[in-house]
């Protein structure tokens, strides 16, 4: 098929060159003429695993960019995967995607049939109260609308794509589904154990905040428990093991820790939270499993309170990224913690694999390592914020430091002799 698509973040890059990948004619627009460009030259734009090997491979073939929107008139399904970021009172600014529905209909404008599809995560009737309208004052009044949520995690984005446990198709019609099923015909040839889920588009568009808001809850819950474990001196990750047995519960996130962040979860509870408030439902236990997210990274710092005053003292920050695989730092528990750390006068250094260069943009306030070791050499204390497989196992880093406190809030540093380890599961 000859696929649009609308937007080319981590979303729209991704499912562009998978598509290609199975055969698709794809085309990116994006008004970013970097962006463009880096796909045309066979670069990704972010870091993602697996998906600069594949733009490289089909760049000027079946992969192409370009920010005209008329591309789309030779394609016959369009996916918009652009931002919906939070406003202020946690509601999603749907700005953005009218712009660019209204720049599409303008491009489709005189054209019979166009089938396009939402992408990215909106609240149930953003598909047709906003997108449908927009559309037409772009000019195009025959499109075919469906919703196709996404469930790609950073870091693992191209292998969450490729091997999916659920592909969920929201349409009004048989076009619409038939539309999708073909688009999707190779995924689904390969990945025969996804489930796939036709249904309605608002319960398509309600799916991926309903899959957001279990998940984040259930970080939270087991944080809680890891909380109440850490008083009694129990070892969480045993009980989290045990229970993990029970087909009930599972064991995915189910790790304890700092907390979650990223630009899902956080965006995603904020916004379904605003939707059922503005409806007159208070979903308490949203709000909880936001509470209790909130106040994990203070719980870190209180434990290196309990062993160092941190007051004009070399401090490290390992990790930036709000997980390991990505350098996006969008909500990762990474800034509260150096927040946390100013406001007791901390001489703060960080270090990231990847991270680095981003947050210094954010936060140049902030002295940045080349390596773990420059980052722990001399500090009083490190926190342990991201769990990179390269902070595991430090050993030598470690005797850089003098008197070393650290306070592992992913439960990844091995412990060692010479060392004060506080974990926040310990």
């Known amino acids: 098929m000859n696929v649009s698509i609308v937007g080319s973040g981590y979303v729209g890059t991704t499912i562009a060159a998978c598509f290609a990948d199975f055969g698709h004619d794809v085309v990116n627009v994006d008004i970013?003429?970097?962006?463009?460009?880096?796909?045309?030259?066979?670069?990704?734009?972010?870091?993602?695993?697996?998906?600069?090997?594949r733009i490289s491979e089909h760049a000027g073939d079946r992969?192409?960019?370009?920010?005209?929107?008329?591309?789309?008139?030779?394609?016959?399904?369009t996916f918009l995967a652009l931002p919906t970021p939070s406003r202020e009172d946690g509601s999603i600014d749907t700005s953005i995607m009218e712009a660019g529905a209204e720049s599409l209909g303008a491009a489709l404008a005189g054209t019979d049939d166009h089938v396009v599809v939402v992408k990215s995560t909106v609240i149930p009737g953003?598909?047709?109260?906003?997108?449908?309208?927009?559309?037409?004052?772009?000019?195009?009044?025959?499109?075919?609308?469906?919703?196709?949520?996404e469930f790609l995690r950073m870091g693992s984005a191209v292998a969450d794509f490729l091997d999916p446990d659920k592909v969920v198709f929201g349409a009004f019609d048989d076009e619409g589904y038939?539309?999708?099923?073909?688009?999707?015909?190779?995924?689904l040839a390969q990945a025969d154990d996804a489930a796939v889920v036709e249904t309605g588009v608002r319960e398509a568009e309600m799916i991926k905040y309903a899959n957001n808001g279990f998940l984040a809850a259930k970080v939270s819950l087991v944080n809680d428990i890891g909380n109440v474990c850490k008083e009694f001196?129990?070892?969480?990750?045993?009980?989290?093991?045990?229970?993990?047995?029970?087909?009930?519960?599972?064991?995915?996130f189910l790790r304890s820790g700092v907390g979650w962040g990223g630009s899902c979860f956080p965006k995603d509870?904020?916004?379904?939270?605003?939707?059922?408030?503005?409806?007159?439902?208070?979903?308490?236990?949203?709000?909880?499993?936001?509470?209790?997210?909130?106040?994990?990274p203070e719980r870190l710092l209180s434990l290196l309170d309990d062993h160092v005053d941190v007051e004009?003292?070399?401090?490290a920050v390992l990790g930036l990224s709000f997980k390991p695989g990505t350098d996006d730092i969008r909500g990762t528990r990474?800034?509260?913690?150096?927040?946390?750390?100013?406001?007791?006068?901390?001489?703060?250094?960080?270090?990231?694999?990847?991270?680095?260069?981003?947050?210094?943009?954010?936060?140049?306030?902030?002295?940045?390592?080349?390596?773990?070791?420059?980052?722990?050499?001399?500090?009083?204390?490190?926190?342990?914020?991201?769990?990179?497989?390269?902070?595991?196992?430090?050993?030598?880093?470690?005797?850089?430091?003098?008197?070393?406190?650290?306070?592992?809030?992913r439960r990844v540093v091995t412990r060692r002799d010479g060392i004060t380890y506080e974990g926040l599961t310990w």
């Open 269 to 296: 509870t904020a916004a379904i939270i605003a939707a059922a408030r503005d409806a007159g439902y208070d979903p308490a236990v949203l709000e909880a499993a936001v509470d209790v997210n909130d106040r994990q």
């Open 178 to 187: 038939e539309t999708l099923r073909e688009v999707y015909g190779p995924l």
């Open 233 to 252: 001196g129990v070892d969480a990750y045993e009980v989290a093991d045990a229970i993990a047995e029970d087909d009930r519960i599972g064991g995915q």
């Open 63 to 77: 992969l192409r960019a370009t920010t005209d929107y008329d591309a789309v008139r030779e394609t016959d399904v």
């Open 32 to 53: 970013d003429e970097e962006i463009v460009d880096a796909i045309n030259d066979g670069r990704a734009p972010i870091h993602e695993p697996g998906l600069e090997e």
């Open 312 to 315: 004009g003292e070399r401090v």
């Open 334 to 409: 990474a800034i509260p913690v150096i927040d946390g750390l100013q406001e007791r006068g901390a001489d703060v250094v960080a270090y990231d694999p990847v991270a680095t260069e981003k947050m210094a943009e954010q936060r140049p306030d902030v002295a940045y390592a080349d390596s773990a070791r420059d980052a722990l050499d001399g500090a009083v204390g490190a926190a342990v914020v991201t769990d990179w497989d390269e902070f595991a196992a430090l050993d030598e880093e470690f005797d850089a430091m003098a008197d070393p406190v650290v306070v592992d809030g």
């Open 126 to 149: 953003t598909t047709e109260d906003v997108v449908a309208p927009a559309l037409e004052r772009g000019g195009f009044d025959g499109a075919t609308l469906a919703m196709n949520p």
